[in-house]
């Protein structure tokens, strides 16, 4: 029932930023949490950044100071700001969502990927030396 549509991503040169998009639609009620992963080829798809109800958020110690995660809930769209865009950033890049229910387990593992159960088709985000 939800569904998940990424934008934004591209190619950028190092030091470069993007902004990608998240639009979310389907929701009976608001997801409980919501997050950006990314998948390097042949790695596991591992949290980058994720903001939950009460507008806290979480950053990956690999992106911190450097992408931000933020929502516009009118619109429906979380956000995350790229800057200082690195090569080993290449990488796909998705957008996932919670259950709307509480859960603590949630909140503090937002950025596990096995706490989401809706997620885009991806967005690809290639950086350049």
């Known amino acids: 029932q939800v569904q998940l549509v990424e934008s934004g991503g591209g190619s950028v040169q190092s030091g470069g930023s993007l902004r990608l998009s998240c639009l979310a639609s389907?929701?009976?009620?608001?997801?409980?949490?919501m997050g950006w992963f990314r998948q390097f080829p042949g790695k596991e798809r591992e949290g980058v950044a994720a903001v939950c109800y009460d507008g806290s958020t979480r950053a990956a110690d690999s992106v911190k100071g450097r992408f931000t995660i933020s929502q516009d809930n009118a619109k429906s769209t979380v956000y995350l700001q790229m800057n200082s865009l690195k090569p080993e950033d290449t990488a796909m890049y998705y957008c996932?969502?919670?259950?709307?229910?509480?859960?603590?387990?949630?909140?503090?593992?937002?950025?596990?990927?096995?706490?989401?159960?809706?997620w885009g088709p991806g967005t690809q985000v290639t950086v350049s030396s």
């Open positions: 389907g929701y009976t009620y608001r997801s409980y949490c």
């Open positions: 996932a969502a919670t259950d709307a229910s509480y859960n603590v387990r949630t909140y503090y593992n937002r950025l596990v990927s096995r706490a989401y159960k809706y």
